[in-house]
């Protein structure tokens, strides 16, 4: 069975080698046909401690490494800064 991948953006990195991903998906409601945007935050392993907030990235799904983490961080691109 292959691994889902999500992109998402990161929202915390004060965890050690851990990082929390807030994922959000996009759909059209079944009775008001309007699209609505909804979020969820995923922690993922960073074993590198090298992603900062804001930055974009891609998360695998993993065996688990702890009681919240199922996720590790595969890729990804910094946010520039302005």
Known sequence: MPKRLLQGVVVSDKQDKTVVVRVERRFTHPLL???????????????????????????????PLSKLKHWIVVQGEKRVEV
């Open 33 to 63: 046909k309007k699209t609505v945007r909804r979020s969820k935050k995923y922690h993922a392993h960073d074993e590198a401690n090298s992603w900062k907030e804001g930055d974009t990235v891609w998360i695998e799904e993993h065996r």
